[in-house]
Nanobody
Framework: VQLVESGGGLVQPGGSLRLSCAAS????????MSWYRQAPGKERELVAH????????NYADSVKGRFTISRDNAKNTVYLQMNSLKPEDEAVYYC?????????WGQGTQVTVSS
């Protein structure tokens, strides 16, 4: 299993970023996918989750209405569209998959929100 995130960077408050996570090594379309984030000194937290076919999503209360998770099963990729970014969204963002009782993580992508 390999998960590779991209799309992070520096953005001003109120700005937008789109994160991508390219997956390989497993049947992507059969698994739900998640985005987590971890800020310095804080625990990793669930940001968004999407079911295998993309028909079901859920979000942390802190990002509802601002972030959108989606997936393209033909491209084995899951996305996180982040709008109206706030300084408190600054963190390393990870995608993950739970497969056969084990959680797999990507290497993460840094999102910095600063003016």
């Amino acid at each position: 299993v390999q998960l590779v995130e991209s799309g992070g960077g520096l953005v001003q408050p109120g700005g937008s970023l789109r994160l991508s996570c390219a997956a390989s090594g497993f049947t992507f379309s059969s698994y739900s996918m998640s985005w987590y984030r971890q800020a310095p000194g804080k625990e990793r937290e669930l940001v968004a989750h999407i079911t295998s076919a993309g028909g079901g999503t859920n979000y942390a209360d802190s990002v509802k209405g601002r972030f959108t998770i989606s997936r393209d099963n033909a491209k084995n990729t899951v996305y996180l569209q982040m709008n109206s970014l706030k300084p408190e969204d600054e963190a390393v963002y990870y995608c993950s998959v739970l497969r056969w009782g084990k959680v797999y993580w990507g290497q993460g992508t840094q999102v910095t929100v600063s003016s």
